[in-house]
């Protein structure tokens, strides 16, 4: 190889992205960040989606360069399974890779070298904090609302706006997810819109997300009013994400999807109520996965 395709291949970090859209937000922005730190370009790696099929790659609806690694500079191979795990640490590759060591703040990827290839979850503001309001730009959606998410946006614009989560999903339907998740219960959502309400001493308008509206409708109910957003699935949950982050406090579930939604609306008199207990097991350690500001109920 040349010289100056050599020099091409380095001076980089790259972030592997899996996952459904929340986590793949989370690794952008640790990827993001560490690249803005160094001052060196950022691309990422998403192989691992033409053989996974339970959520399809999400970051196309936002305002970001997306600038795809070319396979020589990436590890091998980017599948799922433990022995390709295994070999993705030891093959040899122009990046060093970074794994993941546990689901707490790990200090030392803020200090990672140039040439990092980081596959993890990162799921702490902690990885990005220091560029929160290039994060928050790079992911404003770009795409234009539809005519009903454009009604939503003027209706919680103008009203005491709750967002409220409800995460079901295979969280109910997948045994092993059930295990780890769990989901929050309806005394956690009472608790968390009275907690805003009587700190707020403003009556909430309620706007409810769910991937389960059907079970909300049937079983959620609370003594304020009340909106189920129906007009959003899986292909355009961007627009969800998009009106969570325009109302003005926020109940989430255990969830990154509604941790981006709260997160994204910088607003220092935001409110944001999250479940104190985020996995059912109580494990793996999630301390750093809420920010600091936030309640947990």
């Given at each position: 190889m040349g010289k100056l395709a050599a020099e091409r291949l380095k001076d980089m970090i790259v972030s592997r992205l899996i996952g459904g859209i929340g986590n793949q937000m989370f690794q952008f922005a640790a990827g993001r960040a560490l690249a803005?730190?160094?001052g060196v370009p950022f691309q990422i790696d998403r192989r691992a989606f033409s053989d996974y099929h339970t959520h399809a790659f999400g970051l196309t609806c936002f305002d970001i360069e997306l600038a795809d690694a070319s396979p020589q500079q990436l590890p091998n191979p980017p599948?799922?399974?433990r022995i390709q795990k295994l070999l993705r640490k030891v093959m040899p590759t122009r990046l060093t890779v970074y794994?993941?060591?546990s689901f707490t703040f790990d200090e030392q990827v803020l200090d990672l070298p140039d040439d990092t290839y980081l596959d993890g979850y990162w799921q702490?503001?902690?990885y990005f904090s220091d560029f929160a309001d290039t994060i928050r730009a790079d992911f404003t959606v770009v795409r234009t609302p539809s005519a009903a998410n454009q009604r939503w946006l003027e209706q919680i614009t103008n009203t005491?706006?709750?967002?409220?989560?409800?995460r079901r999903g295979d969280y109910v339907t997948n045994a092993s997810a059930a295990a780890v998740h769990g989901t929050c219960d309806l005394d956690y959502y009472e608790r968390a819109v009275k907690h805003i309400r009587d700190t707020t001493e403003t009556d909430p308008v309620v706007y409810v997300f769910s991937d389960?509206?059907?079970?909300?409708?049937?079983?959620?109910?609370l003594p304020y009013a009340m909106h189920l957003v129906r007009d959003n699935n899986a292909a355009t949950n961007y627009e969800d994400l998009r009106l969570m982050t325009a109302c003005r406090h926020h109940v989430i579930a255990n969830s990154s999807f509604s941790w981006w939604g709260a997160w994204l609306d910088g607003r220092t008199s935001s409110i944001t109520v999250a479940p104190d207990r985020w996995f059912a097991a109580g494990t793996p350690d999630a301390r750093?996965?809420?920010?600091q500001r936030w309640i947990r109920l």
């Open positions: 803005l730190r160094l599948a799922e399974g794994t993941e060591r702490t503001e902690k005491h706006s709750v967002s409220l989560h409800v389960d509206p059907d079970w909300v409708a049937q079983n959620l109910k750093d996965l809420l920010p």
